[in-house]
């Protein structure tokens, strides 16, 4: 019945910043419920997971965006965020938020694209 909604994507120059939104539907914070994380499918590319939040808070990101992404929760809004910093045209992707498990435990949405480019 959860549903998740991601927004903040768009077109952004290299160098540039976003705030990538995950709102979930109901109320109740699933994020002091379940592991939560960001992934990225780009085109030509697996989906990957390029941060990840546990329940306690700890935090952990993919190389490649470390130092550069930061991902946080508002368990008041029951929504994620991605603050997606420094971008670089290989962060181009469609962005989507879900459960950090090897089974994701809610369907996923439309996803938000990001694209980095001049």
């Known amino acids: 019945q959860v549903q998740l909604v991601e927004s903040g994507g768009g077109l952004v120059q290299p160098g540039g910043s976003l705030r990538l939104s995950c709102a979930a539907s109901g109320t109740g914070s699933i994020f002091r419920t379940y592991n939560m994380g960001w992934y990225r499918q780009a085109p030509g590319k697996q989906r990957e997971l390029v941060a990840a939040?546990?329940?306690?808070?700890?935090?952990r990101y993919a190389d490649s965006v470390k130092g550069r992404f930061t991902i946080s929760t508002d368990n008041a809004k029951n929504t994620m965020y991605l603050q997606m910093n420094s971008l670089k045209p290989e962060d181009t992707a469609v962005y989507y938020c879900n459960t950090d498990t090897d089974t994701w435990l809610f369907y996923w949405g439309q996803g938000t694209q990001v694209t980095v480019s001049s």
């Open positions: 939040i546990g329940r306690g808070g700890s935090t």
